[in-house]
């Protein structure tokens, strides 16, 4: 099939995407952060890598993974071939991971007509489909046009009065460990502690082999720590799980969500605890 697709959810199954290779207006974007590419590194086919730590973070900004600008995502976006009507599907070798930080990118850019691959590369590999070696996007630059959405992202200044004034609900995607100073933040030097007056929601909990959990199941996840109306943000180590918490609130049908782009290495830095 050749016929252009419009993504309508958020996530696509491994044996949709697989039937619809061919559709001329499909993307497929590899979102795997901080990616090592060898000799034997493989793809699902035609995919391009986004380059998270790279190519779509400001670089300048002393916290990973920071929120690139309107004009440097557009750049990069069109450097790989994405255009204003392509259909986007996006994976990482995780399962989903770092795919739902793309996702959220793109549509705090204004752009809708993405999703992502349910249990990302590692599902698509045990389902046998074909894989192809690794290869950097040598096509045509595209006409693709950002344009930044309020409120999808988070500072550090948002986020303090929220906690302050508790005017939203602050969901932690951490690990329990992490979120309870139960065991050390993986980056050096940053300290154990939560944001106040935030809850904790693995985003492990969403979760099941990598794959997504029922819908269902991730609703009832929510519904213990939110209306459906509230407020929320999302926080994480980087801003990167936060994501797949976002994810699992737009299936949920929460409309009032953001995302803490520093998350915890950004406040653990600036707050004293």
């Known amino acids: ?3 252009k697709i419009t993504l309508t959810d958020p996530v696509v199954s491994v044996s949709w995407l697989n039937s619809h290779l061919d559709a001329s207006n499909l993307v497929i974007l590899d979102g795997t ?6 000799a034997d590194s493989k793809q699902i ?5 986004f380059d998270i730590k790279q190519k779509f973070s400001d670089t300048q900004n002393e916290f990973p993974s920071a929120f690139p600008s309107e004009a440097q995502f557009q750049e990069e976006a069109r450097l790989l071939g994405v255009n204003s009507d392509s259909a986007i599907v996006v994976y990482d070798d995780k399962g989903i991971y770092s795919s739902a930080r793309v996702w959220w990118l793109f549509k705090a850019f204004g752009y809708n007509n993405v999703a992502i691959l349910d249990g990302g590369f590692p599902e698509w590999k045990k389902m046998n489909y074909t894989i ?5 996007y040598q096509g045509e630059k595209g006409n693709f046009s950002a344009e930044l959405q309020p409120g999808f992202m988070q500072f550090f200044n948002d986020v303090k009065a929220a906690s302050e004034n508790k005017s939203h609900t ?3 995607a951490r690990s329990a460990a992490r979120y309870q100073c139960e065991t050390p933040e993986p980056r050096e030097g940053l300290r154990m502690g939560t944001i106040p007056n935030s809850v904790n929601l693995p985003f492990t909990d969403l979760l099941s082999d990598g794959k997504l959990k029922s819908t269902s199941e991730i609703k009832e996840a929510f519904q213990k720590l939110a209306k459906k109306d509230d407020p929320i943000i999302f926080s994480c180590g980087s801003g990167i799980t936060a994501c797949v918490l976002a994810l ?3 299936m949920s049908d929460y409309k009032n969500i953001s995302v803490y782009d520093g998350s915890w290495t950004e406040w653990g830095s600036l707050v004293d605890g």
């Open 1 to 3: 099939m050749s016929d």
């Open 33 to 38: 952060i901080a990616k090592v590419f060898t």
């Open 45 to 49: 086919p035609k995919a391009r890598f």
């Open 132 to 136: 192809e070696p690794a290869s950097a």
């Open 170 to 172: 602050i969901i932690d």
């Open 248 to 250: 699992g609130a737009t």
